[in-house]
């Protein structure tokens, strides 16, 4: 990734996190909007099988964070060793766009699992999910925690200079 300061760093890899989490935002917000006026029907009624479906997405889900924290958690300790910060926030940039788009394929699943059988867990599972995300956000202060940056590299990411003075 190409950026000429750590505040445009920062603005790339934020403007690219919230396109990924918009997507499934708005397709979960419209199609919960048009089930509840009525307007989409669910596709099955069976309660047993959505009770399985739920279950299987919840796994799913389950499996998704899990398989992102250790991935994710792998590749930044792989990373540590490089000698330029400006190499370690490129390898962080990608593994951190790797790590959301795991998570918000999970998002999806759980608008699938909505629109097939209207249960309001998926509608909790979808909102823990994003408190969950927010949580995991890439803030100045996480990005130094997780690069282990000291000094003049920690204080350059954590308060977004363009350089030292």
Request: a positive charge; glycine letters at 6%; one cysteine or more.
């Amino acid at each position: 990734m190409k950026y000429n300061s750590v505040p445009e760093y920062f603005y790339k890899l934020y403007g690219r996190l919230y396109a990924l989490i918009l997507l499934p935002l708005i397709c979960f917000g419209l199609l919960y909007w048009e089930m509840k006026t009525g307007n989409i029907e669910p596709i099955s009624q069976d309660i047993q099988l959505n009770q399985l479906l739920l279950l299987v997405v919840i796994l799913a889900l389950l499996t998704e964070w899990i398989i992102s924290f250790f991935l994710f958690r792998t590749k930044v300790k792989s990373i540590l060793t490089l000698g330029s910060l400006g190499e370690r926030l490129d390898h962080y940039y990608r593994f951190t766009l790797i790590r959301f788009a795991l998570m918000v394929s999970g998002l999806v699943m759980l608008a699938v699992g909505l629109f097939v059988t209207r249960d309001q867990y998926f509608t909790i599972l979808f909102v823990a999910s994003m408190v969950g995300l927010g949580f995991l956000w890439p803030t100045s202060a996480k990005v130094c925690d997780d690069l282990q940056l000291k000094g003049d590299e920690r204080k350059l990411i954590l308060y977004k200079l363009d350089k030292l003075s």
